[in-house]
């Protein structure tokens, strides 16, 4: 398993171990470090356990049904979520986007493909989470409110700024 203080944790959901165990190999060879969940009960207690930049959900869990599990996931974090599933239904991929979920990939996935869908769905998240940003001389943060001129001079900002 990958380690490392800025690897990017992973929580896999899904009930078939040999998919689960196949999806954890492939992401620690990309540098991820995993973590595996099988039903929905665990994936609770992993998400308390760990801190998760993302989520790669299987829908078809034994022990709660995957869109509600989803919900609580939404109430719980912000880390992005990747619905991974045999399912192809536009209900379901559309309900699984209303409620949340940041991708939805219909299995068998191309590995390559899930991966950069990862990728991407971590970067956005990120980019999402940053709260002071710099252009050349300027720089801007967020959550004061505040703008740093090229001489250095601070403009504060109002909301609607």
Known sequence: MAQGANANRVLVIEDDLFVQGLMSSLLE???F????????????????????SAILLDLGL???EGL????????????????????????ERLA????????FVVKPVEPR?????????????DQADRTRFEAA???????????????GSRVELRRAE
């Open 137 to 151: 001389v300027w720089s801007l943060d967020l959550a004061s409110r505040v703008l740093h001129n090229p001489e």
């Open 29 to 31: 060879t990309e540098g």
């Open 33 to 52: 470090v995993t973590a595996r969940a099988g039903t929905a009960k665990q994936a609770l207690a992993e998400l308390e356990r760990v801190s998760i």
């Open 96 to 103: 699984a986007l209303e409620m949340g979920a940041d991708d």
């Open 68 to 91: 509600a599990l989803l919900r609580k996931l939404r109430r719980r974090t912000t880390a992005p979520v990747i619905v991974v599933t045999s399912s192809d239904g536009i209900d």
């Open 113 to 125: 493909e899930l991966i950069l869908r990862l990728k991407h769905a971590i970067r956005v998240s």
């Open 62 to 64: 034994p022990d709660e």
